[in-house]
């Protein structure tokens, strides 16, 4: 890609952050710090967030589960079912939607659980074949539930592997019943971990499996690694699987780096479909997200689709997984 397209793309995903008012978004914008999505995964300087320095997370303590050397991961089915024809073509295609909206992370940092949660929401949603999954709802699960998981079990490839800490512990928990958080005006409290052994917890996952489309080997920073041939290989994955891919990446030009879901794309409009904890639309048509304060002043809105181009995914794109219902 040329330097002068990769700086509009850079632009168009600056003003959406410059056009939030919220100091984050100014530290962002500004270039100051602080990853978006940096705190607690991966490794690297941004093991150094303001969560680790002062002690709000704490380092993980159990093995390390090794999904990422899984060779069966690796290879996946070829395909693994009939494309759903409605309204598709190898031009564009959505997932089947069963996917729900997710509350804004604010300046928690915490991408990849978000992601990784609402995958895990979407493969139940289409194990039970709920098509229009409610907010608040028996599939509606606890975001912060998975950020407790995170600071117990390690993983091999966060950036892979994140949905295999539900499998690990067995057990979701549901978004009423523990509620993304906020303190003192700050998301960040939810890397505290909870007491698991308080929240109701549920056991019915699907059996899901997992391939790897790409990978650089858990370094979410590494950006220029993918071609064309790549996003080919999503929009493939996206329209044989017909199941959610999570993709993480890395603007060379900021500190941060991103997780979200893809859900479709449109050849026409050159973008990726993705819902985004962080640069999702909001979505106006639900009522507010309420993060456990006394006062309904500190409600925000849910957040829905991200266009990512095709320019920006190719430029930054890292890691990419789809993860599918195990028949
Ligand atoms: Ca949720």
Redesign the pocket.
Known sequence: MQPASLARVHNAVRSVFSSRPRAVSFALSAGLLLPACGSGVGSGPLLATSAWRSGVLRPAISATYPYGDDLRDLMGPTTRRRVDSVGAGTDHFMIPSFQ?P?EDQLDAGSCLYMAG?GIL?WLINEKKAITSPQINGVT????RYLLTLASRISLQNNFTDVVYLFQDAGAYVL?PDLRFAKQDGSTMVNWTPVDEQALPRHTDLPAFGRKVLFTSNGDSHANGVMNDDDLATIKSALRSYASPVLFVFHPPTVNWWHADIIVGYDDAKQVFYTRDSAFGAKRADLPLYGYGTATTADDDSYLGIYELSYAGAKAWGNHASVYYLED
């Open positions: 729900l997710v949660t929401e509606d699960l606890s975001e978004d």
